[in-house]
């Protein structure tokens, strides 16, 4: 029985949008009233997770859209303008083609691993998103290790692929499958180490912590750790299999790459994967590198899992941009480029966050003071790494073709045919002599 | 929000749901079939090995490429190390001194390893 305080005070903190907390703490005390506890922990899991699906599972239908929209508006075409206002209702139309279409086989697959892999690559994708904090404390799983476990999840993604690719028995798929396989390994380090400096700095390994850590501070860490920044956000382009970093899936070189053999909505499944990835992974980067729910002050009083929308949105938006304006990097660029440069340069900056920050704990300097200082020593010192590569990796300048020289041969048209034919002497060469 | 075992039960949780996720569309396609709606007409030409037209020549299945594996090896090496790291950074509001000399051997020890590789051209893509 609920009277009608008790009512108004369940409204009240329902209708506090700003903080899903609230509801959380509602339904567990709720049940505890009369229930066991695991169930009130059971029920708060499920309604996490269904509460992930339907952040997902629309927003994929809208970010196919989305993404095809942008990218042919760099392109300068229309993109998709028929099917419903604006072309919105385009993406619905392509699931239920895609439903609707035959799932082939082929005939020297290896059945089991060939059929496992459209559902096992959500897997990950979906995992990393219940230690994203939404506001405050506010994920499916608040971990104390939210980073580790954002890394080795994600790193399960490879494993997929290659099963994906190993089962098709088909070369393209195998190919696209070991360059997934190497390249994803590859920028993993470059991943590891722009995180580690993050976790030096702050300090902590909860990803919330982190925005905090950021929050406490007033400061966002693209500002303190700008190399970081971009070397996180090249590797996790690189580990989506986007375009500047897609030669896993290369079109004109290895048809589809790892997902060759799929048709029907099992392509589907692979074509929404990498969407729903990418939204994630912006969402990551909005977080460790932009703050996350935080926003000066302002998550005060806009919900702040709008505020975390929105950053994901600006960099889901940098993430197409760079899509659709760079070209595709061959293997080896992408490889030397990863071990070469991303790697030397994220290294160099863990030992600047580890000094930094023993030099803060230990001189117990004020925040405000030496946090400015230091941003704009990294700023100066990522700026000198990216002049350096620069330097280092420009490509040699063209060289002008050698002139082409007849050494007495019938080549070269009319004119030359004359002046062979009035030597005296006989050509090096004869075509068709005996 | 403290018991550290209840958020891994969510994320079990979660996990169970992320399998199902994808499940659901390709349930629907089956159904699709059973309703009569989605064709399946398999025949030799297509379901055999695509490779743009023309038929498959030898196992897929060899031998690959030794390089892959090297860059495999090198991953390893690194990652593990790195890894070390993580903790030591946590940790460093109490080892302050001795935990930063402690880092910076372990990372120079990492980056002489980097130069060792890079001048042996274990990372030159051949």
Known sequence: MTDLAQLSNVLGAWYDFRDLNNLQRLITEWIAEWGPDWLASIVTGVLGALGILAVIGPTLLILIWVERKVISRFQQRYGPNRVGPKGLLQPVADAVKLILKEQLAPRAADKLIFFLPPVLIFVPGILIWGVLPFGPRMSVADLNVGVLFLLAVSGTAVLVIFMAGWSSNNKYALFGAMRAVAMSISYEVPMVLALLTLVVFSGTMSVNGIVEWQQQEDVIFILLFPLSAIAFFFAASAELNRTPADISEAESEIVAGYHTEYSGMRFGLFYAVELGNTLVVSGFIATFFLGGWWLWGLDQWVPSWIILLVKTGAVYFLLIWTRGTLPRLRIDQLMSFCWKALVPATLLFVVVAFVERTLLISEGWDTTVALPIMAVFNIALTLGAIMLFARVARPAPLRRPARIRMAGTEIGGLRAARQVASRTEEPQFQVGGD | ?126
């Open chain 2, 1 to 126: 929000m403290d018991n550290v075992l209840e958020q891994y039960g969510h994320l079990g949780i979660l996990l169970i749901f992320a399998a199902v996720f994808p499940s659901i569309p390709l349930i629907a396609s089956w159904a699709m079939f059973k309703f009569g709606l989605r064709p399946r007409l398999p025949n030799a030409i297509k379901s055999d090995t695509y490779e743009c037209g023309v038929e498959t020549e030898g196992p897929t299945w060899v031998q690959f490429n030794f390089r892959y594996y090297l860059v495999a090896l090198i991953f390893v090496l690194f990652d593990v190390e790195v890894i070390f790291l993580f903790p030591l950074a946590v940790a460093l509001d109490s080892v302050v001194v001795t935990g930063l000399v402690a880092a910076l051997i372990f990372i120079a020890v990492l980056f002489l390893g980097l130069v060792y590789e890079w001048r042996r051209q274990a990372l030159e893509w051949r």
